[in-house]
């Protein structure tokens, strides 16, 4: 699998780079646990964060000019494990300069089917998250309705849902969305869903057509969620906002601060150039290839046994 990716960048002339996994600082997101590290300096003490992706950093290399990238790494997430979690793993992510999402999407499906070339896939399916959420639930995802989503949760006896996401649109979203609408996601093929609701997506575009999504895909074969990608959002300003919400939603939940990185401001503020990026879970996608079912049967030394 590893040599099948790297020739497949190796093919379009795609740079391999290898970036920190210790940093000065991390992503906001409510939704992901970091770790620490003490990085002890005599005489002096710095908390350092293990990096729950390469992002930041890669975007840092594409500021100064880098061209089109990608890294296979480690990535690290805090209370993460289970059947298709653990807190160490294995991360693709790249980055192609002048693409937009769709012509990602391209390269994408051009990946994953050529990966999976011995084990006949179906056509690959494109479908917008609007779509595929009302389909499966009646629901639109786009116009928050409080009401409306308790109903549902009741009517599907899921009625942990009103605790656990009280008025939180994107917590319905992922609660709503992980239940009852990803099982049935990517039967035998590799489905794409694009179009997030913007409530969901701190790092992507705004659509231009439409203002209440953004240009964000998920990819999902046989219901498992293996990848996340943007048409990336260049603009300094917008996005140091937008990690100042999350900031004060992790305060209001009261969550762990991380430190905000200024570096990745600088680097946008600098000029990021226009581009589209991707990031697939490899341990799930070997999961998929070997026909295993737990990531641990795809790891050497999973959490309880490292």
């Known amino acids: 699998m590893l040599a099948g990716i790297r020739q497949f960048f190796a093919d379009r002339a795609v740079l391999e780079v290898e970036t920190p996994l210790l940093g000065h600082s991390i ?12 990085y002890c ?16 950093a890669m975007k840092r290399l594409l500021a100064a000019g880098s061209g089109s990238i990608y890294q296979i790494g480690k990535a690290f997430r805090n209370g993460e ?8 793993f294995t991360m693709l992510e790249w980055y192609r300069v002048g693409f937009t999402l769709p012509q990602l999407m391209d390269e994408i499906a051009e990946l994953i089917t050529g990966l999976f070339s011995g084990q006949h896939l179906q056509e690959t399916q494109r479908v917008s998250y609007q779509e595929v959420f009302n389909s499966f639930t009646g629901l639109d995802p786009l116009v928050f309705s409080y009401k409306d989503y308790c109903a549902f949760a009741n009517e599907c006896q899921l009625p942990e849902a009103v605790d ?3 008025h939180d649109h994107a917590l319905w979203l992922d609660f709503i969305f992980s239940h009852k609408v990803q099982p049935h996601l990517g039967d035998n093929a590799l489905c794409m869903v694009y179009g997030y609701p913007a409530c969901q997506s701190s790092l992507a575009r705004v659509n231009e057509q439409c203002p209440l999504t953004t240009d964000r895909v998920e990819l999902f074969i046989n219901g498992v969620e293996l990848g996340n ?7 300094a300003e917008e996005q140091n906002k937008r990690f100042d919400k999350e900031l004060a939603i992790r305060q209001q939940q009261e969550l762990p601060v991380p430190v905000k990185d200024m570096r990745l401001i600088s680097a946008l503020e600098s000029g990021l150039p226009e581009c589209s990026g991707m990031a697939i879970g ?7 290839l070997s026909g295993s079912v737990s990531i641990d049967d795809v790891l050497n030394f999973p959490i309880h046994r490292a």
């Open 41 to 56: 300096l005599s005489p002096r003490r710095q908390t350092l964060f293990l990096q729950t992706s390469p992002e930041f």
């Open 164 to 166: 656990i996401c009280g």
């Open 282 to 288: 490899l341990d799930r996608l070997l999961m998929l």
């Open 27 to 38: 992503g906001t997101d409510p939704q992901l646990a970091f770790f620490t590290a003490e």
């Open 81 to 88: 494990s289970g059947r298709f979690h653990n807190p160490e």
């Open 229 to 235: 990608g943007y048409y990336e959002l260049v603009d």
